[in-house]
Protein backbone atom coordinates (compact mmCIF):
# COMPACT_ATOMS: atom_id res chain seq x y z
CA UNK A 1 0.00 0.00 0.00
CA UNK A 2 1.50 3.35 -1.19
CA UNK A 3 0.41 7.02 -0.12
CA UNK A 4 2.10 10.35 -1.85
CA UNK A 5 3.60 12.40 0.35
CA UNK A 6 4.73 16.37 -0.19
CA UNK A 7 7.87 17.22 1.85
CA UNK A 8 11.02 19.86 1.42
CA UNK A 9 13.97 18.01 -0.83
CA UNK A 10 16.76 16.41 0.79
CA UNK A 11 20.09 15.37 -0.49
CA UNK A 12 19.50 11.69 -1.16
CA UNK A 13 17.23 13.39 -3.85
CA UNK A 14 19.43 14.45 -6.19
CA UNK A 15 19.45 11.15 -8.54
CA UNK A 16 15.48 10.87 -8.60
CA UNK A 17 15.31 14.48 -9.09
CA UNK A 18 17.52 14.74 -12.10
CA UNK A 19 16.46 11.59 -13.48
CA UNK A 20 13.19 12.76 -13.58
CA UNK A 21 14.10 16.56 -15.07
CA UNK A 22 15.75 14.87 -18.09
CA UNK A 23 12.82 12.34 -18.69
CA UNK A 24 10.05 15.08 -18.70
CA UNK A 25 12.22 18.46 -20.12
CA UNK A 26 14.38 18.91 -23.18
CA UNK A 27 16.59 21.64 -21.73
CA UNK A 28 19.63 19.44 -19.63
CA UNK A 29 20.54 21.55 -16.61
CA UNK A 30 24.06 21.27 -15.01
CA UNK A 31 24.66 18.93 -11.45
CA UNK A 32 25.07 22.48 -10.03
CA UNK A 33 21.32 23.28 -10.30
CA UNK A 34 20.14 20.04 -8.56
CA UNK A 35 23.29 20.06 -5.61
CA UNK A 36 21.63 23.51 -4.82
CA UNK A 37 18.40 22.70 -5.20
CA UNK A 38 18.92 19.82 -2.64
CA UNK A 39 21.33 21.65 -0.41
CA UNK A 40 19.31 24.93 0.09
CA UNK A 41 16.35 22.96 1.91
CA UNK A 42 15.06 25.27 4.65
CA UNK A 43 13.89 22.18 6.89
CA UNK A 44 15.26 19.18 6.34
CA UNK A 45 12.20 17.45 7.09
CA UNK A 46 9.62 19.60 6.40
CA UNK A 47 5.80 18.08 5.09
CA UNK A 48 3.66 20.24 3.29
CA UNK A 49 0.17 19.38 4.36
CA UNK A 50 -3.72 21.01 3.35
CA UNK A 51 -2.67 23.49 5.90
CA UNK A 52 0.07 24.84 3.68
CA UNK A 53 -2.66 25.12 0.36
CA UNK A 54 -4.10 27.73 3.14
CA UNK A 55 -3.01 31.57 3.72
CA UNK A 56 -2.93 33.30 6.63
CA UNK A 57 -2.06 36.70 6.09
CA UNK A 58 -2.20 37.96 9.35
CA UNK A 59 0.46 35.42 11.16
CA UNK A 60 3.64 36.79 9.60
CA UNK A 61 2.92 40.59 8.91
CA UNK A 62 4.89 41.69 11.97
CA UNK A 63 8.20 39.82 10.88
CA UNK A 64 10.70 40.81 8.26
CA UNK A 65 10.48 39.72 5.07
CA UNK A 66 13.36 37.14 5.60
CA UNK A 67 11.66 35.68 8.58
CA UNK A 68 8.72 35.44 6.69
CA UNK A 69 10.15 33.84 3.59
CA UNK A 70 11.66 31.30 6.07
CA UNK A 71 8.33 30.54 8.18
CA UNK A 72 6.91 30.04 4.63
CA UNK A 73 9.18 27.38 3.23
CA UNK A 74 11.84 28.93 1.23
CA UNK A 75 15.40 28.46 2.09
CA UNK A 76 18.20 31.38 3.33
CA UNK A 77 19.01 31.56 -0.69
CA UNK A 78 15.02 32.19 -1.25
CA UNK A 79 14.99 29.05 -2.76
CA UNK A 80 11.77 27.36 -2.25
CA UNK A 81 11.61 23.15 -3.25
CA UNK A 82 8.31 20.63 -2.68
CA UNK A 83 8.29 17.04 -4.09
CA UNK A 84 5.44 14.57 -4.25
CA UNK A 85 6.91 11.11 -3.19
CA UNK A 86 5.49 8.12 -2.88
CA UNK A 87 6.13 5.70 0.09
CA UNK A 88 4.83 3.24 2.02
CA UNK A 89 2.60 3.79 4.88
CA UNK A 90 4.90 1.85 6.92
CA UNK A 91 7.30 4.22 6.46
CA UNK A 92 5.21 7.12 6.44
CA UNK A 93 4.09 6.17 9.89
CA UNK A 94 7.13 4.88 11.26
CA UNK A 95 10.75 6.73 12.60
CA UNK A 96 12.60 5.69 10.01
CA UNK A 97 14.35 8.74 8.77
CA UNK A 98 13.40 9.68 5.31
CA UNK A 99 16.67 9.33 3.73
CA UNK A 100 16.64 5.74 4.65
CA UNK A 101 13.57 4.46 3.34
CA UNK A 102 12.20 3.34 0.39
CA UNK A 103 10.37 6.09 -2.06
CA UNK A 104 9.74 7.09 -5.58
CA UNK A 105 9.29 10.85 -6.81
CA UNK A 106 6.50 11.37 -8.76
CA UNK A 107 6.20 15.44 -8.94
CA UNK A 108 7.90 18.75 -8.28
CA UNK A 109 7.90 22.52 -8.17
CA UNK A 110 11.47 24.27 -7.81
CA UNK A 111 11.12 28.12 -7.35
CA UNK A 112 12.83 31.04 -6.14
CA UNK A 113 12.12 34.24 -4.94
CA UNK A 114 13.54 37.93 -5.97
CA UNK A 115 13.10 41.10 -5.63
CA UNK A 116 11.40 43.44 -8.26
CA UNK A 117 14.59 45.10 -9.06
CA UNK A 118 16.94 42.09 -9.09
CA UNK A 119 14.72 40.01 -11.15
CA UNK A 120 15.67 38.63 -14.55
CA UNK A 121 12.44 39.80 -16.06
CA UNK A 122 11.31 42.96 -16.07
CA UNK A 123 8.37 44.86 -16.51
CA UNK A 124 5.98 42.07 -14.30
CA UNK A 125 4.07 44.65 -12.22
CA UNK A 126 2.98 48.03 -12.01
CA UNK A 127 5.49 50.16 -11.44
CA UNK A 128 5.14 52.55 -8.07
CA UNK A 129 3.98 56.30 -8.22
CA UNK A 130 6.08 58.78 -8.60
CA UNK A 131 6.66 61.30 -5.38
CA UNK A 132 8.68 64.52 -6.01
CA UNK A 133 9.74 63.16 -9.42
CA UNK A 134 11.61 59.56 -7.19
CA UNK A 135 9.89 56.63 -7.37
CA UNK A 136 8.74 55.06 -3.84
CA UNK A 137 10.59 52.28 -2.54
CA UNK A 138 9.17 49.01 -3.66
CA UNK A 139 10.32 45.68 -1.79
CA UNK A 140 7.63 43.16 -4.08
CA UNK A 141 9.11 40.49 -4.27
CA UNK A 142 8.45 37.95 -7.18
CA UNK A 143 8.15 34.27 -7.25
CA UNK A 144 9.82 32.43 -10.39
CA UNK A 145 8.69 28.85 -10.73
CA UNK A 146 12.02 27.17 -12.37
CA UNK A 147 10.16 23.48 -12.65
CA UNK A 148 7.26 21.50 -11.90
CA UNK A 149 6.46 18.46 -13.37
CA UNK A 150 4.89 15.09 -12.45
CA UNK A 151 5.67 11.50 -13.83
CA UNK A 152 3.13 10.38 -16.74
CA UNK A 153 1.84 8.03 -14.83
CA UNK A 154 0.31 10.21 -12.29
CA UNK A 155 -1.40 12.97 -14.48
CA UNK A 156 -5.13 13.73 -14.56
CA UNK A 157 -5.29 13.08 -11.01
CA UNK A 158 -5.06 16.92 -9.57
CA UNK A 159 -0.98 16.26 -8.60
CA UNK A 160 0.20 18.95 -10.88
CA UNK A 161 -2.36 21.53 -9.30
CA UNK A 162 -1.49 20.54 -5.76
CA UNK A 163 2.21 21.23 -6.31
CA UNK A 164 1.25 24.71 -7.55
CA UNK A 165 -1.25 25.41 -4.59
CA UNK A 166 1.17 24.91 -2.43
CA UNK A 167 3.84 26.74 -3.68
CA UNK A 168 1.71 29.68 -4.69
CA UNK A 169 0.10 30.03 -0.91
CA UNK A 170 3.88 29.96 0.41
CA UNK A 171 3.86 32.89 -1.98
CA UNK A 172 1.20 34.78 -0.59
CA UNK A 173 2.14 33.97 2.88
CA UNK A 174 5.45 36.42 2.76
CA UNK A 175 2.75 39.13 1.95
CA UNK A 176 5.43 40.98 -0.12
CA UNK A 177 5.38 38.88 -2.89
CA UNK A 178 3.31 40.10 -6.03
CA UNK A 179 3.00 37.73 -8.54
CA UNK A 180 4.02 34.08 -9.19
CA UNK A 181 5.69 33.47 -13.03
CA UNK A 182 7.16 30.88 -15.36
CA UNK A 183 8.01 30.82 -18.92
CA UNK A 184 6.80 28.02 -21.27
CA UNK A 185 7.34 26.59 -24.84
CA UNK A 186 5.48 27.68 -27.02
CA UNK A 187 4.46 24.77 -28.75
CA UNK A 188 3.82 22.60 -25.32
CA UNK A 189 0.16 22.90 -25.52
CA UNK A 190 -0.85 20.51 -22.47
CA UNK A 191 1.19 23.06 -20.56
CA UNK A 192 -0.01 26.16 -21.33
CA UNK A 193 -3.52 24.79 -20.64
CA UNK A 194 -2.84 23.79 -17.25
CA UNK A 195 -1.16 27.39 -16.50
CA UNK A 196 -4.49 29.05 -17.60
CA UNK A 197 -6.66 26.68 -16.05
CA UNK A 198 -4.69 27.74 -12.91
CA UNK A 199 -5.09 31.36 -13.53
CA UNK A 200 -2.11 32.27 -15.00
CA UNK A 201 -2.15 35.12 -17.71
CA UNK A 202 0.13 35.44 -20.68
CA UNK A 203 1.97 38.89 -20.32
CA UNK A 204 4.87 38.11 -22.70
CA UNK A 205 6.38 36.57 -25.23
CA UNK A 206 9.82 35.61 -25.91
CA UNK A 207 11.17 35.06 -29.32
CA UNK A 208 14.64 33.06 -29.03
CA UNK A 209 14.22 32.33 -25.67
CA UNK A 210 15.12 28.74 -25.61
CA UNK A 211 17.56 26.91 -27.28
CA UNK A 212 17.22 23.05 -28.27
CA UNK A 213 19.59 20.77 -29.76
CA UNK A 214 20.76 24.04 -31.81
CA UNK A 215 17.34 25.48 -32.88
CA UNK A 216 15.60 28.47 -31.10
CA UNK A 217 12.50 28.11 -29.90
CA UNK A 218 9.33 30.81 -28.69
CA UNK A 219 8.59 31.25 -25.47
CA UNK A 220 5.49 32.60 -23.38
CA UNK A 221 5.66 34.32 -19.75
CA UNK A 222 2.80 33.43 -17.62
CA UNK A 223 2.24 35.26 -14.37
CA UNK A 224 -0.47 35.22 -11.31
CA UNK A 225 -1.20 38.26 -9.29
CA UNK A 226 -2.09 38.40 -5.63
CA UNK A 227 -2.12 39.97 -2.28
CA UNK A 228 -3.59 43.08 -4.38
CA UNK A 229 -0.48 43.61 -6.48
CA UNK A 230 -1.14 44.12 -10.52
CA UNK A 231 0.24 43.94 -13.60
CA UNK A 232 2.17 46.77 -15.86
CA UNK A 233 -1.31 49.49 -17.26
CA UNK A 234 -0.21 48.62 -20.87
CA UNK A 235 -1.17 45.16 -19.56
CA UNK A 236 -4.47 45.96 -18.15
CA UNK A 237 -5.16 47.67 -20.77
CA UNK A 238 -4.61 45.11 -23.14
CA UNK A 239 -6.66 41.99 -21.92
CA UNK A 240 -9.49 44.32 -20.56
CA UNK A 241 -9.49 45.26 -24.31
CA UNK A 242 -9.60 42.01 -25.45
CA UNK A 243 -11.78 40.86 -22.95
CA UNK A 244 -14.45 43.34 -24.10
CA UNK A 245 -13.73 42.43 -28.02
CA UNK A 246 -13.88 38.59 -26.85
CA UNK A 247 -17.26 39.33 -24.95
CA UNK A 248 -18.43 41.13 -27.64
CA UNK A 249 -18.07 38.99 -30.49
CA UNK A 250 -19.35 36.28 -28.35
CA UNK A 251 -22.89 38.03 -27.61
CA UNK A 252 -22.94 38.96 -31.92
CA UNK A 253 -22.16 35.20 -32.27
CA UNK A 254 -25.35 34.06 -30.31
CA UNK A 255 -27.40 36.79 -31.52
CA UNK A 256 -26.36 35.91 -35.07
CA UNK A 257 -27.28 31.75 -34.91
CA UNK A 258 -30.57 33.18 -33.05
CA UNK A 259 -31.93 35.24 -35.81
CA UNK A 260 -29.86 34.43 -38.60
CA UNK A 261 -31.89 30.95 -39.80
CA UNK A 262 -35.59 33.46 -39.28
CA UNK A 263 -34.27 35.34 -41.66
CA UNK A 264 -33.01 33.19 -44.04
CA UNK A 265 -36.30 31.17 -43.45
CA UNK A 266 -38.43 34.38 -44.85
CA UNK A 267 -35.79 35.22 -47.24
CA UNK A 268 -36.41 31.68 -48.86
CA UNK A 269 -40.37 31.81 -48.80
CA UNK A 270 -40.03 35.66 -50.40
CA UNK A 271 -38.36 33.68 -53.79
CA UNK A 272 -40.32 30.44 -53.02
CA UNK A 273 -43.42 30.85 -51.46
CA UNK A 274 -45.12 28.05 -53.53
CA UNK A 275 -42.59 25.13 -52.50
CA UNK A 276 -42.52 26.70 -48.44
CA UNK A 277 -46.15 26.38 -48.75
CA UNK A 278 -45.69 23.33 -49.53
CA UNK A 279 -43.50 22.07 -46.87
CA UNK A 280 -45.28 23.14 -44.48
CA UNK A 281 -48.64 21.34 -45.50
CA UNK A 282 -46.34 18.17 -45.56
CA UNK A 283 -44.69 18.80 -42.41
CA UNK A 284 -46.47 21.12 -40.42
CA UNK A 285 -44.85 23.10 -37.50
Known amino acids: ESNILF????????????SLHELLFPVRYADSFYSEICSSANDRHRKFTDEDCK???TELSSFSISHRLSEAGFSDKNM????????SVENMTSSVPIENSSYEIVGFVLAQMFSVYSCPDRDLIQEPFLVFGNPQNNDDLVCYILTLGTKPSHRRGGLGSKL?????SCCKKTMSCAAIYLHVIHYNESAIAFYRKNNFMCLQTLHDFYKINGKFHTAYLYIQYFNGK???LYYRIYYNFRDVCE?????????????????????????????????????PG
Do not use: H
Open 7 to 18: RSVIQEDFEQLK
Open 55 to 57: TNE
Open 80 to 87: FACIAVIQ
Open 164 to 168: MDICI
Open 230 to 232: QGP
Open 247 to 283: KGFSWTLRVMIRVTPRYVSNFLRSLYPSQCAVTNTIN
